[in-house]
């Protein structure tokens, strides 16, 4: 119980990435469930660098028509005494059946910061469509997504960074694989721009491996590659993240 308070403690206070970006489907797992996600990484000696990074999800599926889920993510790091991670997470989806398996329709919110983006506040609010895809292979599925959503963001120096009010367009592709009985793998593109200036643009890849290690605590590899095409002064336009962290369902 300590140690769950412990994550949980972490997840409210340093959040980072997603817990699963495995694809959620009605009828998945009926009723009310959660997963908690934590990795920590202390070092002293010739390196003295401490990071913290924690998921947590609580999601509902009635079974029939819809599941909707929030989530709440993020980290936190210092190397030396300074910090040098601090990014905040939460997202709130809902998902609901158009037809019986092809066509679903989606509402979103998100809130964010991330320090070291210049980020002070990020927030948007969308609505799109999920269409199933033929599965290619046994034992997978796949998504294909099309919408739109309004973001406001505010940068640590507005003088150096005015605040933003846009309206993106938002595709997404997403492919899941179960490779046996105790491990799948998953793979997301987003491709997200301004609807008046597609030069403009932000994409996201990422791959996930997950494997089973004892009843409900499964162990998670995953490496992210995003990329923004105009990103704030002092920014780069690229971010490469590697992740190895544990997950418990319950």
């Known amino acids: 119980m300590k140690f769950l308070l412990l994550i949980a403690f972490i997840a409210t206070q340093y959040i980072f990435a997603l817990v699963t970006i495995a694809p959620v489907e009605i009828g998945d797992k009926p009723g009310f469930s959660s997963t908690i996600e934590a990795a920590l990484e202390t070092k002293r000696g010739n390196s003295d660098t401490d990071d913290y990074k924690a998921s947590a999800r609580v999601t509902y599926d009635n079974n029939e028509s819809y599941v909707a889920w929030l989530e709440v993510s993020g980290a936190y790091g210092e190397a030396n005494n300074e910090e040098n991670t601090n990014k905040l997470f939460s997202h709130a989806r809902y998902i609901h059946a158009i037809t019986e398996e092809l066509l679903r329709g989606e509402l979103f919110l998100q809130l964010q910061n991330d320090e070291f983006k210049e980020i002070k506040s990020r927030a948007l609010s969308g609505i799109g469509a999920r269409f199933k895809l033929h599965n290619i292979w046994q034992n997978s599925r796949g998504y294909l997504g099309l919408g739109a959503f309004y973001e406001d963001v505010a940068y640590n120096n507005p003088l150096i960074n005015p605040s933003e009010q846009n309206i993106r367009a938002n595709a997404y592709f997403a492919y ?75």
Do not use: M
């Open 176 to 250: 899941s694989i179960n490779l046996n009985k105790s491990a799948s793998a998953t793979y997301t593109l987003y491709y997200q721009p301004k609807v008046n200036d597609f030069s403009d643009n932000v994409q996201s890849h990422e791959i996930e491996l997950k494997l089973d290690i004892y009843k409900n605590l499964l162990l998670k590899f995953s490496l992210s590659y995003d990329t923004d095409s105009e990103p704030p002064i002092g920014v780069r336009k690229y971010d490469l993240t590697q992740n190895t962290s544990f997950i418990l369902n319950f």
